[in-house]
């Protein structure tokens, strides 16, 4: 049975940190789907157990963990091989369902040091903060890099040493495994549905996407009204936090989707079976 409709995709910009691409002849609960499934349902690394063997500093063991568990990971190697630890069959930690990551600094000077994220020491390369993604690890860490993600501050005497193991997961579980930094999507950029009010015309901003060239006119500033209008045409941007490439999370969530929406059917299907409502 051929779909309702058949939904068109054309990327309009695609760098390092985020993509933008526009979808045509769809919904606009499907739109909204796309955009909560790459927030919540697409999986990452993240630290997520941490084991303190000393934390001399100012800060409490449960705050430093916080912290690191927010750093995002590169996760894009290992994320489709990679277990949830709930259904690897080992008894805490292995490399099938996480990856260690040590910590150990002291201040030994009256300098204040700065611990970052350069100073967790992965047991797997290819699972790294991302700020240390692509580092020479043959040159020392001096750190005052900017780019590294602060952890704490150290006073001399005070040091803090950790084990940590990062696991897979997802946004709906907790926001540090969330891969994207933003994601937002845009209809009727003329305002022709008026799902946007604003109590002077000229308020509207002005937009590129624009459909009608007679927007452009300094004395109109959005279309005419349309009763039985429909969104049909959206345009996203998805930013990524790092860990994975944003064209990876497009990927990686309408896979997600599509899951989901087939156990559903396969759900439907065998309950409408077993009530005889299906031969």
Known sequence: MPYANQPTVKITELT?????????????SVANSLRRVFIAETPTMAIDW????SNSTVLSDEFIAHRIGMIPLTSDQVIESMRYSRECDCEDFCTNCSVEFKLEVKCHDDRTINVTSADLISADSRVVPVTSQGKDDD??????STEDILIIKLRKGQDLKLNAYAKKG?????????????????????NALRHTLFPKPEEWPPNTRSEYTEIIDEDKHEA????????????????????LKPENIVIMGMAALKKKLSDLQTHLATELHADGHIN
Do not use: C, M
């Open 224 to 243: 005419e009204f349309t009763v039985e209008g429909k969104a049909n045409r959206f345009y996203f941007n998805v930013e990524s936090s790092g860990a």
């Open 16 to 28: 390092g940190e985020n993509v933008k691409f526009q979808i045509e002849d769809t919904d606009l």
């Open 139 to 144: 040159q020392p860490y001096d750190g005052d």
């Open 170 to 190: 997802f946004g709906k579980e907790h926001a540090k495994w969330n891969p994207t930094a933003g994601v937002a999507f845009e209809y009727d950029p003329d």
């Open 50 to 53: 941490v084991q303190f063997e």
